[in-house]
């Protein structure tokens, strides 16, 4: 089992709907959750973070966690074509026995259409 | 306030040959983690210093070196370098580590032919 899983995608909505892109994790002592966006050619930005169950919302975007599923997943509403880019699920856990590993997914790649 | 800072952002070195790579972190940030990210593997966790101690290392060969300086800045090194070495490298700074979130340097575009 990978240690953060995601769905490659592609996931294609058109604009203005709701995007919603999902994430789980193996590590049942995780702390802390954190969704990047990659636009082609550049580097992750960090655009959300979450250590708690329930919602954390930021303009256009609402991160939710539920630690007892394991399961992470980001909502980004009124969906733009700027929005189009690959999202990382990045989990901070115990991994290998040791803390301050932050272990990322493959990503999904979102398509936003106009 | 500046950004990550990463150098050279492109190299092109030769089987066998070795590569040093800079990462200049976030004024004030003392955690420093580098990942290599591949079209088919994503990123991949190398390693992570914190006040010039490595506290985790990832599951890569022994060719694959770190090192991080008093002021924070770090450096890694590639060894004997194998075609399967071309990657982006990435390096991310954090205030503490742990419950932090990163922010990535533009990386460091490395092919070796």
């Known amino acids: 089992q990978k240690e953060v899983e995601q769905n490659s995608g592609p996931l294609s909505v058109p604009e203005g709907a709701i995007a919603s892109l999902n994430c789980t994790y193996s590590?049942?002592?995780?702390?802390?959750f954190f969704w990047y966006r990659q636009y082609s050619g550049k580097s992750p930005e960090l655009i959300m973070s979450?250590?708690?169950?329930g919602d954390k919302e930021d303009g256009r975007f609402t991160a939710q966690l539920n630690k007892a599923s394991q399961y992470v997943s980001l909502l980004i509403r009124d969906s733009q074509p700027s929005d189009s880019a690959t999202y990382l699920c990045?989990?901070?856990?115990?991994?290998?026995?040791?803390?301050?590993?932050?272990?990322f997914g493959t990503g999904t790649l979102l398509a936003v259409q106009p | 306030k500046a950004g990550v800072t990463q150098t050279p952002r492109y190299l092109i070195k030769t089987r066998g040959q070795q590569v040093t790579l800079s990462c200049s972190p976030i004024?004030?940030?003392?955690?420093v983690s580098w990942y290599q990210q591949t079209p088919g593997q994503g990123l991949q966790f190398l390693f992570e210093?914190?006040?010039?101690?490595?506290?985790n290392k990832g599951n890569f060969p022994g060719r694959f070196s770190g090192r991080q300086f008093s002021n924070s800045r770090s450096e890694m090194n590639v060894s004997t370098l194998e075609l399967g070495d071309s990657a982006l490298y990435l390096c991310?700074?954090?205030?503490?580590?742990?419950?932090?979130?990163?922010?990535f340097g533009s990386g460091t575009r490395l092919t070796v032919v």
């Open positions: 991310a700074s954090s205030p503490q580590g742990e419950y932090d979130g990163y922010t």
């Open positions: 590590d049942r002592v995780s702390q802390s």
């Open positions: 979450i250590y708690s169950n």
């Open positions: 990045a989990v901070n856990g115990r991994y290998g026995g040791a803390t301050n590993k932050l272990i």
């Open positions: 004024s004030g940030h003392r955690s």
């Open positions: 210093y914190f006040s010039e101690t490595q506290r």
